[in-house]
């Protein structure tokens, strides 16, 4: 599952796959912005046919984030 | 005292070439951008050909992830900005930035993106609209983007007049150096525009050429013409405070001299009858240059090639120039770049200023049958050379719009 969400965040960031690890930051490490991260968020819930609440998208803030969510509701 | 204005940067994106040189060699030679429509199927459309650009890669000009974030229209706008910047010679570290402004239009703005959104909305719901959506489609990002990307921080405006946008942003940024207020101005505009919706708006209004042979669809002031030939891309100029120019050693390519805006203030896309608006629109912009109607030597017309534009653009010229106007030269350079709708008027000037330059006047191509409501010099079908010191550009927009500016031969 790594796999795939490090390939949707590299295609939505436009960065490269191995510059994706699970400590990376979105905004600091990833070069990404608020509205990247909306969505990244959209592309994601797309993918694993799930919806993370506005209120669960505050916490995200790095790859672990997002991988461990997705682990724990889909 | 007024300042003197010059412009020192050109960029071009369309069909006839994305680099400077390569447009204005097609536009001497006289070659048509114009071709069949393959963006997408116009089979149940009355219009089948445009100047579409094919070979355009933006991130030849832009970081990917930036491009990824603009709509076409906005990339058109940056290249053609990074080719102007270029080819001005500045160095972004030695100018003041606050005295550095822009003023890029764009008449529709990103209507591609708006299609592609709302087909998002309407089968997936709102939750899957893009947060760019927004950012992306309206009309004043290229002003912004240009301004991030170069760190112009002064002036900064985006004019929306239909198809005289650029016209009117060019004549607006030479008033905001003439006053004061900046001493460098990226300014012009850009459409992407060839889209299935705005194509078929258009089509509704009867006002795209219905002919099918791209060779012939677009015929200003021939007998024939049945109506404008939709093209896309930007025309971007940087342009200065003359001792601005000077003092950093740039190559002037010429002098903007004079500025007119107008409004018919009679329909909403009909010309006024005998163009009374782009009359009084053109003596204004001769008025604000201190010239005589005489001086001018060459009119880059709007010249759509729609039946009502060519023969009232043509009164319009004779009710300004009255004698003179059978002895100077007017071409529709439209019939080879097709009409950029809110970047036609920025390409036009910058093929305005390449004519002073190179004492070249540029052709209306696909002109065969005249038209005797329409008897002026037309530079029919192949360019000439002709000493001209003075030439204007005109613009007409839909609103009623009229936007001319008057440039000069540097020397």
Redesign the interface.
Known sequence: MFEKVKKIIAEQ???EEDEIAMESSFIDDL?ADS?DI??LI?ALE?EFDLEIPDSEAEKISTVGDVVEYIKNNS | MKKRVVVTGLGVISALGTDINEFWNAIKEGKCGISSVTKFDVSNMTTKVAAEIKDFDATKFI???EA??MDTYCQYAMAASKMAVEMSGLDLEKIDKDRFGVVVGSGIGGISTFEEQLRVFMEKGP??V???FI?MMISNMAAGQIAIQFGAKGFNECVVTACATSTNAIGDAFKVIQRGDADIMITGGAEASITPLSFAGFCSMKAMSTTEDPALACRPFDAERNGFVMGEGAGILVIEELDHAIKRGANILAEIVGYGSTNDAYHITAPAPEGEGGARCMRLAINDAGLNPEDIGYINAHGTSTEYNDKFETVSIKTVFGDHAKKLAVSSTKSMTGHLLGAAGAVEAIITILALRDSFLPPTINYRTPDPECDLDYVPNQGRSAEITYALSNSLGFGGHNATIALKKYC
């Open positions: 960031l436009g960065v070069g509205l909306v969505e959209m797309e | 970081d990917r992830k990824k974030r939750g899957r893009s947060p760019f950012p």
